[in-house]
């Protein structure tokens, strides 16, 4: 038998509470029982309670007693608290000055990397990599635990179809298949097989749901969306997060076409745990229970509260309304207790889990600390991430020759731009605790790659404003150079939360800056750091090469100087539409055809007088320096029947001069519906290495649960009928073959 934490309170529940954890569900259930029965319904609520930390700020509203609300057993939970120094004291006050000693729980938004930054989710999911990204899940929870943390605000896992929305950058993109394999690769990465080793994180999903389709593209927006359109593209990714095992669910801020998530019965309760068997813990967003108010659907913070309960919220961040409100709701018999046991049960259950009760300072130890943060393998992934993130857009021949690589034996080179020389910005949204001392600037990467050639480095201009007085050394050091290469894009507060915009050009004058450049006549290079797709036709029309790069995080300047330099190919591809201009918006890849398709010959068609309905660049696109030649597509039948399975065949061959990899694609379009169906739908993709002049045959396999989707009964099932498939580079191949699915 082992002994809790010495507090007397506990004395008499830990004769009954021994030998765990290598005990069953049984004896975890006894041992929660147990505790239940010990505590009062104040510190029942005070475990349905998370606080911030005065350490770091994600919100507007801050509770400046949390230490108190600690002691007297009122906050369970803390959020924004790290480092193992300055988590032990507030654990110790939880385990040693309180009556129970129950652990608290320590979350954090740990969402690309903790103190080494890795790039940001919509970069990484330009990888098309769900492995690679499940290693840096891992890597970020192995460093976050090592600071004293033991449960992450991630993965985000919001489709986003309008990059006006600033958080876009925070998730993997546009399309559900593809969303749903990162969600399911972040769960398993932060999690682990074992929530209790101290080298991984409770994971927890969010915004649920559909927090990434607020109207025009601003932040904390109504939702407002089919039940089709919620089904199909957007719940997908969330339901993978639960499938994975995710320990808890965040709500989202949003209504969905009428009903705030935090209130809604239908969402919180009825898809999440009756239909989907969620069994674990539902936090709030920050304040989000408060919010109801405003949200117009509660009179006051206690009816408020008496809503997200009953929706089935467990815990409230922040807001503190359980703490003041949910003990009155129980005594007038709104709730009964044993309602409130069950959500107290799903918070002691994680602590269980994590091993906290076997010893609250299982994730406190200054040594691991010390050997984890920044170790070897850390820095080495965020190279590794970083460079297969960034997209090449653009890379034609100057003079004969593609402007990239850049040439060994260029001589001078003008470095320009606000993230030229730039350790915050590159590490993007939501860096949480990122380390800017330790960041790689993009001038740094390139001197050491580029060590026999002259580079001078100038800012030129800054991200907002426009202020243009560094413009006439900028163009003067381009004139003499023979190469530019223009670091621009975003700052880190130009994407993220709170970050919509609705002109997504360079912003302040950096457009200014590029065309001044661009008439010095210096071939330029632009690397665009950005958050989000930005709207880059100019650049697109004037500029030889175009590196897109995201805000790629610790290793920036690495992994930029390996690409331009030719010592990585660079593979990455859209995981998100690039439109033209804002009102395109929104534009992406899955879209429907209209009765009225596009024809250029006719005015009553949908179209634009002003743009094309094309986007700039298409989802699933990405250049590399070798190119790829794809012979036509084989299928092994014609025709399938319910249940069986049908395989196509492509081979690929890398025509170019140098080893690359290769994004191969597979999208299916389901012909004639009971209703309309997509133009196309990614059901698979291969991610391949070819040598040069070598040659892979690339399969696919489609079944009748691929071809399922919400009939006009809103049955999920496949409908007999004609198909067809496309494989390709990305998602506007014209290639395909047909085949039908029989009666
Ligand atoms: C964000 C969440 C985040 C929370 C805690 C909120 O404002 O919407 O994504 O996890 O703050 O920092």
Redesign the pocket.
Known sequence: MRLLMITTGLLLLLAVSCDHPETGSAQKEKFIDSLLSEMTLEEKIGQLTLFTSGWDI??PVLNENYRQDILSGRCGNL??AHTVAYNRELQRMAVEETRLGIPLLFGY?VIHGHRTIFPIPLAEACSWDPGMVKKTAALSAKEAAASGLNWT?NP?VDIARDPRWGRIAEGSGEDPLLGSLYAHARVEGYQGTDLSDVFTLAACV??FAVYGAPQAGRDYHVVDLSERTIREVYLPPYKAAVDAGVATV?SS?NEINGVPVTASKAYLTDILRDKWGFKGMVVT??TSINELIPHGVAEDLKHAGELAFRAGVDMD?QGSVFNDYLAELVNEGVFSEEDVNRAVKRVLALKYDLGLFDDPYRYLDEEREKAVLYSDELMEHALVAARKSMVLLKNEPVNGTPLLPVQQSVKKIALIGPLADNRVDVMGTWHASGDAGKVVTVEEGLRKKFPAASIKVLKGCDFTGNDMSGFRAAISLAGQSDLVILAIGENHQQSG?AASRTCLDLPGVQQQLLEKIHETGTPVVAVVFAGRPLTINWMDEHIPAILYAWHPGTRTGDAVADILSGDCNPSAKLAITFPRNVGQIPVFYNTKNTGRPFNAENKYTSKYLDALNEPLYPFGYGLSYSTFEYGTISPDKNSISAGDSLTVSVTVKNTGKCAGEEIVQCYVRDLVGSVTRPLKELKGFSKISLDPGEEKLVQFTITEDDLRFYDINMEYRAEPGEFRIYVGPHSQVDEYVTFTLNR
């Open positions: 994600t919100g959020f924004n938004d605000f985000m969010k915004h965040m801020f967003d920050y961040m939360e």
